[in-house]
């Protein structure tokens, strides 16, 4: 047979047979533009030890000084690769497998290495034979932990007999004091026998303790210490060190420096990740613990993360420099709007071919058919931003008041033969109570009464008008009482100091601050293959908005790529809170209202023939879906419990959304949601099936195209680093941070994404 005869049967049977590569868009949480440095000289001089265009990190030297291992995601997922420290060979793949391997070390005589893997689901401590010249596959390693829980960090003991690491494993996960749907981890460091088994806990504490590290007896271990609630920006990070048996736990470092990821140098000194103001970011300091001197000999302009150190003097970190801002991504991420190295192409799903593409912004549309991203932003990123400038003044008028109070009561003291004490007090206690009412006021009608806002402003006029109206009054009354030497005088004059500058306050939000009433949206459209970027439309919400509801909060392009929908209003708010539903036609360029404004409406999503909508709205005083086909509207769920993030399958016959009705309850605060689905019967719905059940947040599902799969975002692998070493690069850790799809016929799960980012919202399109 003839080879053109045998190239045509190839290609139809690859025509025919192969699965057709179908598209999913995310969000990525990940950070950009990190590559392993390396030193010779004892950290002298660094140069790029890797360079890549993907993510190189957390790096460890062999004991022999001749070898580098680290992480590397340019093959799509984490995986380990070696590089000779002479740097005279191309990285090599160390550990094949489609499932994570991070945060390597290796036992003291070389012969064994230890890392952090999700081969078996949530992440364990794996054990293998360093080995450089071969690459291993994933099955041939003994899982150490084996456990419910996350474990990471690694390190053996200069002896070889122990491991120490941290684990999540002793603690429920916990609201985020601010974001409650995020849920926290708390960590404590363990010890095992380097094969495992005989694990002890060493530390017990609401913090997280991490990145453990041995004295060089072996009779201690330091690590850090994060306050839990960094989260908030409270970066209270510090080095302590504990007995191996878990006994004296005692601080090493001095207050006001962040301490992370510590190692020990043979001369006693401890090298650790620390956090700089600008310009440099994290950086890698010293610390001697006897003088408490910290040594910034090492710091660069550039982040610096990670360090490790060989007692041949060879040095190394991962980081880089901080991303540009750039034109593609306004208002969001640092660096490009894709994750480099997008797609990612993955065949884990039976006769399914898939190409995932990371978009770095907190929510983004999928492509349109002919390649673009589409986006919303403002001048500043939500209405607390744009009032943050008021908002800290008016912080300041208590103590203001406070102030007046104590130095009156001086003055009372000192002058009590011609003022009465009681009188002051009386006066006092009225002018701080009236400030704290005029605060307690302004936060209501702004915060929540939600004043709409072409109401905002003349409030703030008229209010501020009246405070200084009040504080000229009461000056007045001080003049007239000090021209007839009456002692009470001063305590008028105690009044206009409070009234007119929070007076003068509210009229310079009212006249001067722009911003804080501009609430205007500049929709960009982004070629993700050229990075060509186009302004598309300005959007004005309502006026019957309040300014704080007036943020683009979920956006989508139609099944059929003729519209860009949109939402407007309060995420997680309450059943109240006005939202809406806006769809942008991409072609002839009109803008429509597709629901009403009377509450809190959003988060649709259509059928491929864009007559039916499934959305969420708070119209009945609790959250509930919606199905809206034929000028009809149905509620499909009609409870008291919380619902959220509907989709609709291309032919309009399924409906998957998240509800908290089985979820477990986190200290009261918030209900874990789970992902249901109803079908189409007859001329109605059917009852709800659950189709999944773990005990975590799982959200943002997503029909494939032909119906048979759901994609969505889960909780249920844990997290796969210690918290603190990824919290500063995302909002929190990946809170729904693997994407998994699950096979509507049979149930059966599948694990897309192996990572230690936040990765979210996927939304799944034709080719």
Same mark, same amino acid.
């Given at each position: 047979?003839?080879?053109?005869?045998?190239?045509?049967?190839?290609?139809?049977?690859?025509?025919?047979?192969?699965?057709?590569?179908?598209?999913? =868009?995310?969000?990525?949480?990940?950070?950009?533009?990190?590559?392993?440095?390396?030193?010779?000289?004892?950290?002298?001089?660094?140069?790029?030890?890797?360079?890549?265009?993907?993510?190189?990190?957390?790096?460890?030297?062999?004991? %022999?000084?001749?070898?580098?291992?680290? *992480?590397?995601?340019?093959?799509?997922?984490?995986?380990?690769?070696?590089?000779?420290?002479?740097?005279?060979?191309?990285?090599?793949?160390?550990?094949?497998?489609?499932?994570?391997?991070?945060?390597?070390? =290796?036992?003291?005589?070389?012969?064994?290495?230890?890392?952090?893997?999700?081969?078996?689901?949530?992440?364990?401590?794996?054990?293998?034979?360093?080995?450089?010249?071969?690459?291993?596959?994933?099955?041939?390693?003994?899982?150490?932990?084996?456990?419910?829980? #996350? %474990?990471?960090?690694?390190?053996?003991?200069?002896?070889?007999?122990?491991?120490?690491?941290?684990?999540?494993?002793?603690?429920?996960?916990?609201?985020?004091?601010?974001?409650?749907?995020?849920?926290?981890?708390?960590?404590?460091?363990?010890?095992?026998?380097?094969?495992?088994?005989?694990?002890?806990?060493?530390?017990?504490?609401?913090?997280?303790?991490?990145?453990?590290?041995?004295?060089?007896?072996?009779?201690?271990?330091?690590?850090?210490?994060?306050?839990?609630?960094?989260?908030?920006?409270?970066?209270?990070?510090?080095?302590?060190?504990?007995?191996?048996?878990?006994?004296?736990?005692?601080?090493?470092?001095?207050?006001? $420096?962040?301490?992370?990821?510590p190692i020990l140098r043979p001369n006693g000194d401890i090298l650790f990740t620390g956090f700089l103001e600008q310009p440099n970011g994290f950086s890698i300091l010293g610390l001697d613990p006897k003088t408490q001197k910290i040594d910034s000999t090492w710091v660069q302009p550039m982040n610096m993360l990670n360090v490790d150190y060989h007692d041949s003097g060879i040095m190394l970190y991962h980081g880089g420099e901080t991303p540009p801002r750039e034109p593609t991504n306004i208002n969001d991420f640092r660096g490009d709007l894709l994750v480099k190295n997008s797609p990612q192409r993955i065949n884990d799903l039976p006769n399914k071919a898939l190409s995932l593409y990371g978009v770095r912004r907190s929510f983004a549309a999928p492509a349109t058919p002919d390649g673009k991203i589409i986006y919303g932003v403002s001048e500043v990123n939500n209405f607390q931003e744009a009032l943050s400038p008021f908002a800290y003044v008016i912080l300041l008028l208590p103590f203001l008041a406070i102030f007046w109070f104590i130095f009156g009561i001086y003055k009372s003291i000192k002058k009590r033969k011609t003022i009465p004490f009681w009188k002051h007090i009386v006066f006092s206690v009225v002018a701080l109570a009236l400030v704290m009412f005029f605060i307690k006021y302004t936060d209501d009608q702004l915060f929540t009464y939600l004043l709409p806002l072409n109401k905002v402003k003349p409030f703030l006029f008229i209010f501020?008008?009246?405070?200084?109206?009040?504080?000229?009054?009461?000056?007045?009354?001080?003049?007239?009482?000090?021209?007839? $030497?009456?002692?009470?005088?001063?305590?008028?004059?105690? $009044?206009?100091?409070?009234?007119?500058? +929070?007076?003068?306050?509210?009229?310079?939000?009212?006249?001067?601050?722009?911003?804080? =009433?501009?609430?205007?949206?500049?929709?960009?459209?982004?070629? +993700?293959?050229?990075?060509?970027?186009?302004?598309?439309?300005?959007?004005?919400?309502?006026?019957?908005?309040?300014?704080? =509801?007036?943020?683009?909060?979920?956006?989508?392009? *139609?099944?059929?790529?003729?519209?860009?929908?949109?939402?407007?209003?309060?995420?997680?708010?309450?059943?109240?809170?006005?939202? #809406?539903? +806006?769809?942008?036609?991409?072609?002839?360029?009109?803008?429509?209202?597709?629901?009403?404004?009377?509450?809190? *409406? #959003?988060?649709?999503?259509?059928?491929?023939?864009?007559?039916?909508?499934?959305?969420?709205?708070?119209?009945?005083?609790?959250?509930?879906? $919606?199905?809206?086909?034929?000028?009809?509207?149905?509620?499909? *769920?009609?409870?008291?419990?919380?619902?959220?993030?509907?989709?609709?399958?291309?032919?309009?016959?399924?409906?998957?959304?998240?509800?908290?009705?089985?979820?477990?309850?986190?200290?009261?605060?918030?209900?874990?949601?789970?992902? +249901?689905?109803?079908?189409?019967?007859?001329?109605?719905?059917?009852?709800?099936?659950?189709?999944?059940?773990?005990?975590?947040?799982?959200?943002?599902?997503?029909?494939?195209?032909?119906?048979?799969?759901?994609?969505?975002?889960?909780?249920?692998?844990?997290?796969?680093?210690?918290?603190?070493?990824?919290?500063?690069?995302?909002?929190?850790?990946?809170?729904?941070?693997?994407?998994?799809?699950?096979?509507?016929?049979? #149930?059966?799960?599948?694990?897309?994404?192996?990572?230690?980012?936040?990765?979210?919202?996927?939304?799944?399109?034709?080719?």
């Open positions: 047979m003839k080879k053109p005869t045998l190239i045509i049967i190839f290609l139809f049977i690859f025509t025919n047979f192969a699965p057709a590569q179908e598209k999913v =868009f995310y969000s990525s949480f990940r950070p950009q533009g990190w590559d392993i440095y390396l030193s010779k000289d004892d950290g002298k001089n660094f140069s790029k030890f890797t360079e890549h265009e993907s993510l190189d990190y957390d790096a460890k030297i062999s004991p %022999d000084g001749k070898w580098v291992v680290f *992480t590397s995601e340019r093959n799509g997922r984490p995986q380990l690769f070696r590089k000779s420290t002479e740097g005279d060979s191309l990285p090599r793949l160390l550990v094949n497998s489609n499932s994570m391997q991070d945060q390597v070390d =290796f036992s003291p005589d070389g012969k064994w290495m230890v890392f952090v893997s999700t081969h078996e689901g949530n992440s364990d401590i794996y054990k293998l034979p360093f080995s450089p010249s071969d690459t291993l596959d994933i099955s041939e390693a003994v899982n150490l932990t084996n456990s419910k829980g #996350g %474990d990471f960090r690694p390190r053996f003991s200069h002896d070889g007999k122990k491991i120490a690491f941290s684990s999540d494993r002793a603690h429920e996960t916990k609201p985020h004091p601010r974001l409650v749907f995020s849920l926290q981890r708390t960590g404590d460091i363990y010890v095992m026998n380097a094969n495992g088994g005989d694990t002890k806990r060493l530390t017990y504490s609401e913090n997280w303790e991490g990145s453990p590290v041995w004295s060089q007896d072996d009779r201690e271990i330091l690590y850090y210490s994060a306050d839990y609630l960094f989260a908030n920006g409270n970066k209270k990070f510090k080095l302590y060190k504990i007995s191996a048996t878990g006994k004296r736990a005692a601080q090493i470092s001095p207050d006001g $420096y962040s301490c992370l990821s501020g008008a009246l405070l200084i109206l009040l504080g000229a009054l009461s000056y007045y009354r001080f003049t007239q009482r000090k021209k007839h $030497y009456k002692p009470i005088a001063p305590l008028y004059r105690l $009044y206009a100091f409070m009234f007119i500058p +929070y007076g003068l306050l509210v009229l310079y939000a009212a006249l001067m601050l722009s911003s804080f =009433f501009n609430t205007e949206k500049d929709f960009y459209a982004v070629d +993700y293959t050229t990075n060509e970027i186009k302004h598309l439309f300005n959007f004005r919400p309502d006026p019957d908005f309040n300014p704080q =509801f007036s943020n683009i909060i979920d956006t989508k392009i *139609t099944p059929d790529g003729k519209y860009l929908q949109f939402s407007v209003g309060g995420f997680r708010r309450s059943p109240e809170a006005k939202g #809406g539903v +806006y769809r942008y036609h991409l072609e002839n360029k009109s803008l429509e209202n597709v629901t009403d404004l009377e509450s809190n *409406t #959003g988060f649709a999503d259509y059928s491929e023939d864009n007559t039916v909508m499934v959305f969420r709205s708070g119209r009945t005083g609790n959250m509930d879906i $919606y199905v809206e086909e034929n000028g009809n509207t149905t509620n499909i *769920t009609d409870s008291p419990d919380k619902e959220a993030f509907p989709a609709i399958s291309y032919d309009g016959n399924k409906i998957a959304y998240c509800s908290d009705v089985n979820g477990m309850d986190k200290d009261g605060i918030v209900k874990t949601m789970d992902i +249901y689905m109803v079908e189409r019967v007859n001329d109605g719905w059917s009852e709800p099936r659950q189709l999944t059940t773990f005990s975590g947040q799982e959200a943002h599902p997503h029909f494939s195209p032909d119906g048979e799969w759901l994609i969505y975002t889960t909780e249920e692998f844990g997290i796969n680093d210690e918290q603190p070493l990824i919290q500063p690069f995302i909002f929190s850790p990946q809170m729904y941070g693997e994407i998994s799809a699950i096979r509507l016929s049979d #149930g059966k799960k599948f694990r897309l994404s192996h990572n230690k980012w936040e990765d979210g919202t996927p939304l799944w399109i034709k080719k």
